[in-house]
């Protein structure tokens, strides 16, 4: 069972990553903002010629392709992380209206997580390193 839940989510995720990582190169939906996030917004998508952005959409349409082959997912998922927290903490504080789909993606990508939690066994001790 916990296989295709991980498989149902990893496409989820992967297909909402690859759409809005287009959506900031193609405009296909423009979301209703007002006030702090309008402006927020204007300033990523403006600043030194909206560079945060492209570079926002490049690692959503590539992490969101990563999900969806099934290749290199905890790497992924630690890639998208700030990415999603960033969304998340966005709606948070300046769009609550709109929270819905980076809550939903924010909580499957930490599942994912924990579904891939082996991958992540050697960076999670407390040892001190060996290595010099």
């Known amino acids: 069972m916990q296989n295709k839940v991980e498989l149902g989510a990893r496409i989820l ?63 992924a998922a630690v890639l998208l992380f700030p990415i999603m927290l960033n969304a998340f903490l966005f709606h948070l504080f300046l769009d609550p209206a709109g929270i819905g789909g980076a809550a939903v993606a924010m909580l499957i990508n930490i599942y994912l997580f924990f579904a891939h939690k082996s991958a992540f066994n050697a960076i999670l001790q407390a040892k001190p390193s060996t290595q010099g």
């Open 13 to 75: 995720l992967g297909a909402m990553m690859v759409f809005f990582g287009l959506n900031k190169f193609t405009n296909w939906v423009q979301p209703p903002l007002s006030g702090e996030a309008l402006d927020f917004m204007g300033h990523l998508a403006t600043a030194g010629g909206g560079y945060i952005m492209k570079i926002v959409a490049i690692v959503e349409i590539l992490t969101g392709l990563l999900m969806l082959s099934g290749f290199f997912v905890p790497l």
